[in-house]
């Protein structure tokens, strides 16, 4: 079966190696801006993917026109694949569904709805719809294609986010640094700054490491840290603390890995003060790190970071990242201790 797994911007070919990793049977056909497309047997295993948005059943049909899916063998094997996905995944139940389409009101688009209501016996709801289906073009080829969401929710939506904090990072981004840190079991890690324990959490769902600290100035970021932690019911032990980045003391240090999403200076924090922030991050880090150790900074005050990353001589830059989240395009730097 053809399955799309919709991405972020920037993530696509660390998707592609967590299919690799999670999937191997998997054969990538293609890897287009914001989605990949597999060959599966299955769809077990679609839901342990964390650096994607959505996973998608995709149905392609050799059509002109969308009218053409209301012939009884298309729109027949549409039912089918919901069928299909109900089978697969008997745990997860959908009772609403939403269409989004290129004219969704037109006349053939509000027939495909009510046919698709009566055969499945969902509500629609055209805003929070759990069966999001998706009519459109083929990419790049002819004809037309309808993909149905296999979770009600997007894969990107964590069951465990009990406390929405301000300046908390996409959890597929997080996912996404997690792997540009190259995650192993004998790592001590450190969180420098963890706000809500976005990085801390997608850390522990990766590869649980053999020491794991998270730290935020907040006493409400590192609740709802906690609260998360104890939501998300990941194994692993982590080390909360309550200090300032700029002084932070940490007994005994030498972090191989460390992780920090500094505030960007909009939402959270100002420009301003990240003129101070940010050199305080990198100095505290060099002192907190082992020998080779990695750090991983995540930012879209992205001109300032690197003027300052210019300026000192701890940090080597290995890679670059640059990620498209709904109007902002975060950038992940990767730096080795020298």
């Not at 549409?78 to 995944?89: C, K, L, P, W, Y």
């Not at 890690?189 to 490491?209: F, K, Y």
């Not at 922030?277 to 080779?292: F, N």
């Not at 150790?293 to 940090?315: N, P």
Request: contains cysteine; glycine residues 6%; negative net charge.
């Amino acid at each position: 079966m053809l399955v799309v797994l919709e991405v972020l911007r920037g993530i696509e070919q660390t998707t592609v190696a967590e299919v690799g990793r999670i999937l191997p049977d998997a054969v990538v056909q293609s890897v287009g801006e914001s989605e990949i497309a597999v060959q599966i047997d299955g769809l077990d295993g679609l839901q342990s993917l964390r650096t994607v948005v959505a996973a998608y059943l995709a149905l392609p049909f050799d059509i002109r026109r969308p009218k053409e899916l209301l012939s009884s063998d298309r729109f027949g094997s549409v039912i089918e694949a919901v069928e299909q996905i109900r089978r697969q995944r008997p745990k997860v139940h959908f009772a609403s569904f939403r269409v989004s389409a290129a004219g969704s009101d037109s006349e053939v688009m509000t027939r495909f709805r009510a046919d698709f209501a009566e055969a499945t016996d969902f509500v629609e709801s055209a805003e929070d719809g759990e069966l999001l289906v998706r009519v459109r073009r083929t990419p790049d080829g002819p004809g037309w294609q309808v993909l149905l969401r296999i979770t009600p929710r997007p894969l990107s939506a964590r069951a465990w986010r009990e406390v929405n904090y301000p300046g908390a990072v996409n959890a597929t981004v997080a996912a996404a640094v997690v792997e540009a840190l190259d995650p192993r079991p004998a790592d001590s890690v450190i969180d420098l700054m963890c706000g809500s324990g976005t990085l801390v959490l997608e850390r522990l769902a990766r590869c649980r490491p053999e020491r794991l600290v998270a730290s935020d100035l907040s006493a409400d970021a590192l609740d709802a840290a906690q609260q998360n932690q104890r939501a998300s019911r990941l194994k692993g032990r982590v080390e909360y603390l309550q200090q300032d980045v700029r002084t932070l003391q940490v007994s005994p240090a030498g972090f191989t890995t460390l992780m920090a999403n500094p505030p960007w200076g909009e939402l959270v924090g100002s420009h301003d003060a990240n003129e101070d922030l940010y050199p305080a991050l990198l100095h505290t880090a060099h002192r907190l790190a082992a020998e080779q150790a990695v750090l991983g900074v995540l930012t879209h005050d992205i001109r300032r970071f690197e003027r300052i990353l210019a300026s000192q001589k701890h940090w080597v830059e290995e890679s670059q990242t640059l990620f498209y989240q709904k109007g902002h395009h975060p950038r992940l730097y990767v730096l080795r201790r020298y």
